[in-house]
């Protein structure tokens, strides 16, 4: 069973930046794309970025420029690079990532989530 754990989240005034962290553990770990989504309570959970094991990478309209996402994969880990924030950026940010097993079959593991608040 994979687990990831978030870290980083936080209060910042808007303009500011913060740095989300993620690390995956578990035993047999086959990870695929990384990445993170977020969410405000009411409404639906939004991806903000994804990267592959490759390095591929791939943003939502509304972070693009602000936000990098990047990963280790020899940490298995994978960050969230956060600059520029707006108030509308509050939510809580979940990393999750592909694992796959050694079947073959693949499932979405998420993180418990960290809360990122960026007031006016």
């Known amino acids: 069973q994979v687990e990831l754990v978030e870290s980083g989240g936080g209060l910042v005034q808007a303009g500011g930046s913060l740095r989300l962290s993620c690390a995956a553990s578990?035993?047999?770990?086959?990870?695929?794309?990384m990445g993170w989504s977020r969410q405000v309570p009411g409404k639906q959970r939004e991806l903000v970025a994804t990267?592959?094991?490759?390095?591929?990478?791939n943003y939502a309209d509304s972070v693009k420029g602000r936000f990098t996402i990047a990963a280790d994969n020899a940490k298995n880990s994978v960050y969230l690079e956060m600059n520029g924030l707006k108030p509308e950026d509050t939510a809580v940010y979940y990393c999750?990532?592909?694992?796959?097993?050694?079947?073959?079959?693949?499932?979405?593991?998420w993180g418990q989530g960290t809360q990122v608040t960026v007031s006016s």
């Open positions: 990267i592959t094991r490759t390095g591929t990478t």
């Open positions: 999750h990532s592909a694992v796959i097993l050694g079947t073959g079959v693949t499932y979405t593991a």
């Open positions: 578990g035993s047999s770990i086959g990870l695929g794309t």
